[in-house]
């Protein structure tokens, strides 16, 4: 079965440039030219998402916001693709639920890059949450299959990569991971995000995590570790 791209812009010569390319790399396209429509064609159930920031009437945020909010594209691969290169457009762009980003112009060869990678970190992700579904770790429940985590019987809501980094600090106990390990495991490491990334989405997952926030230890200057009960 052909793997499908939703590939949303409102420059049309991009669109058909980006698909053409996409096509011949075997992938199927489906294409939409603004934020409304791009919701639309969500019922086509696409594998990855590519996804222009600035459109009309919705933007790429917005898109992006309310496909996460959805739980069958909770996990789906988002790519954002921007002309704007600002360290906070991006941080924003991560918090919301986006996987990558792609600064225009943008080049084919590495736009299929990004897609294959995310589309093999993805694979990898569920193969391994057919493992070790369910993490415990005190008064905090991981279940990895649902996406859902447990603090002292209350639920609480992450977003997708808030998720997956105290999914992966909660699974090693009392093991420092340096960011830039984070960094390669959680996004991969064709994928550039600045280490300052990690630091704002853990600052996050601290405050939800309230009284227990302490549950992730700074190890200063390498990165975190998630308290080991021995």
């Not at 949303?8 to 075997?26: A, H, M, P, T």
């Not at 429509?37 to 990855?48: G, V």
Request: glycine share 6%; aromatic share 8%.
């Amino acid at each position: 079965m052909q793997t499908k791209i939703l590939l949303v812009d409102d420059e049309k010569d991009i669109v058909e440039f980006l698909s053409y390319n996409l096509i011949q790399e075997g992938f199927k396209v489906i294409t939409a030219f603004n934020g409304k429509e791009a919701l639309e064609k969500i019922s086509e159930k696409p594998d990855l998402i590519i996804l222009d920031v600035m459109m009309p009437k919705m933007d790429g945020y917005e898109v992006c916001t309310k496909i996460r909010s959805m739980e069958e594209f909770k996990n789906t691969p988002i790519i954002f693709l921007t002309a704007k290169a600002s360290e906070q457009d991006e941080v924003l762009g991560l918090n919301i639920g986006a996987d990558d980003f792609i600064q225009k112009p943008i080049s084919p060869k590495k736009l299929t890059a990004r897609v294959k990678s995310n589309l093999r970190k993805l694979e990898t992700s569920q193969t391994e949450n057919t493992r070790n579904v369910e993490i415990k770790a005190g008064p905090l429940t991981i279940d990895k299959e649902r996406y859902s985590v447990s603090l002292a019987g209350t639920q609480i809501v992450f977003p997708k990569k808030e998720f997956e980094i105290l999914a992966y600090l909660a699974s090693n106990p009392g093991k420092v991971f340096h960011r830039d390990k984070i960094l390669n495991d959680i996004w991969g490491s064709e994928i550039f995000v600045v280490e300052r990334t990690i630091d704002v989405h853990v600052r996050k997952i601290r405050e939800k995590l309230g009284d227990y926030a302490d549950l992730i230890e700074t190890i200063k200057g390498v990165g975190y570790r998630f308290k080991s009960d021995e």
